[in-house]
């Protein structure tokens, strides 16, 4: 109830920009510690079995969404910021989202 | 100071505008057929032109994720002053440690 | 005046600078065409005559009774009851991101020092002897500056934006409009310090673009799309070694 000045569509383009932007963040390490196993093929083969794992699969999914989302929400704000102004962002924001879908989405079809 | 900081957040993106699209392009073609470090290593193993793909994307990500969660910690944890520039530098560092690090084991390989 | 019908409830949030904070519950009866200020009103001559508010022209062109309603900022006296009754009840409070002064009045000094901050005055560059800048509608700066102008320092859009909640050094949307407007002023004679005025601490770079300004400013200005006018001014200036 005390918070409702911010139920509108931009509003929601911050926040999943900003949670999108954390949760790469934070997963980056994880990502690098395993690539860096590469220095032994075989601990390298032993972390990616876990990959095999559906679950897995569909957190790829939900990283790579995250990360086509920041990346088609950040290229909105570099043109809502150095290009002249449009009065179209909130449907630059919705076709971010519909975009980031279809590449994750492409991604997961891959994936299973 | 902070238009600055501000400047290099836009940029580092920027950079890594191409950086990302290539990445999510690989990783789709990559995961079929499931992940091996066979099939990793097979591209990236003393691969000059990898090396720099991915250093630049580690460089970048590094800046880009520090200033970005420097913002967070300020405006949601309220960190500030002297702590709030070790956390971003101890951040900064980190991921470029960490990053460059996995960039030499897929290049040099096991 | 139309015969009252039935109540409503509203529940009103008192306190002052050093006290904790309560909400208050009204039965309010209800009118025909009842406006938010009416019911604030009603409260204050009829059931608590300790409640403290601000209202002036009571007619939309003030700013002065802006509170929160239901958890949105707006101007009291243009916001009609029936518009924003939630199940049954309205819920007001005082400006989000002020100090509060006692009820629903708040301490309008920080929204005004941010104001002036952001280089929110005018820098006159001639005297009485000197010819007057023709200024013309046409120029695409005066079309930005005009875009910006009307606006009346009711602080809904200070009330609104999630930044100046994390972050008390933010100039706000409002100051950084007006400067904005300034710096598209062929009259101005400080662009290069508004400028820099804005790009210090607390200045456009914080602004994340959520849009809240925007949205619920109620004489439909653009705080947002003035803060990246001065975002790409400004980083020009920076390419170019300022």
């Not at chain 3, 006159?124 to 200024?135: I, K, L, M, Q, S």
């Not at chain 3, 934006?161 to 409009?177: H, I, S, W």
């Not at chain 3, 062929?186 to 456009?204: E, H, M, N, Q, W």
Request: hydrophobic share 45%.
């Amino acid at each position: 109830m005390t918070y409702r000045n911010r139920a509108h569509p931009l509003w929601y383009a911050y926040i999943l920009h900003r949670i999108s932007g954390l949760a790469l963040a934070l997963f980056l390490p994880m990502h690098f510690y395993v690539l860096s196993l590469a220095f032994n093929e075989a601990a390298l083969d032993a972390a990616l079995a876990w990959t095999a794992n559906p679950m897995v699969k569909f957190a790829e999914f939900g990283l790579v969404f995250l990360l086509a989302v920041h990346f088609f929400g950040g290229l909105r704000l570099l043109a809502l910021e150095w290009l002249p102004w449009t009065p179209r962002h909130k449907t630059l924001a919705a076709g971010a989202v519909a975009a980031s879908f279809l590449v994750s989405g492409t991604f997961f079809l891959q994936a299973i | 100071m902070e238009f600055r900081l501000y400047l290099l957040q836009r940029i580092t993106a920027l950079i890594m505008a191409p950086l990302v699209i290539c990445h999510i392009a690989v990783m789709i073609y990559a995961i079929q057929g499931g992940l091996s470090a066979g099939e990793i290593l097979g591209r990236t193993q003393g691969s000059v032109p990898w090396a720099m793909f991915y250093g630049t994307f580690v460089v970048a990500v590094s800046v880009h994720a520090a200033l970005g969660l420097r913002i967070i910690v300020r405006e949601w944890v309220g960190l500030d002053g002297i702590v709030l520039t070790g956390f971003s530098w101890a951040t900064f560092w980190g991921l470029l440690s960490m990053g460059g690090y996995a960039v030499a084991a897929v290049v040099v390989g096991p | 005046m139309t015969t009252a019908q039935d109540h409503m409830q509203v529940t009103v949030w008192r306190g002052g600078a050093d006290e904790a904070g309560f909400y208050q519950a009204f039965q309010v009866p209800k009118y025909d065409s009842q406006t938010v200020l009416d019911v604030v009103a009603w409260i204050q001559q009829n059931a608590d005559p300790t409640l403290s508010y601000r209202f002036a022209c009571r007619v939309g062109m003030c700013g002065s009774c802006g509170m929160m309603v239901n958890g949105v900022p707006r101007w009291t006296c243009r916001t009609h009851v029936d518009r924003v009754m939630d199940r049954g009840g309205l819920k007001i409070a005082p400006l989000r991101n002020l100090p509060v002064i006692k009820d629903l009045a708040t301490n309008m000094d920080p929204f005004f020092d941010k104001w002036t901050q952001a280089g929110g005055l005018h820098h006159g560059t001639a005297t009485r002897h000197d010819p007057f800048e023709p200024v013309t509608h046409s120029s695409p700066g005066r079309a930005d500056a005009d875009a910006g102008i009307e606006c009346i320092n009711c602080a809904v859009c200070y009330a609104a934006c999630d930044t100046v909640t994390g972050d008390p050094d933010y100039l706000g949307p409002a100051a950084l409009n007006r400067a904005w407007t300034l710096v598209n002023d062929a009259k101005d004679g400080s662009r290069d310090a508004i400028l820099d005025a804005v790009t210090g601490s607390g200045g456009c770079q914080s602004c994340h673009s959520m849009g809240s300004c925007a949205q619920y400013c109620p004489n439909e200005l653009n705080p947002m799309a003035s803060i990246a006018g001065l975002k790409r001014t400004a980083m020009k200036r920076a390419f170019r070694g300022r």
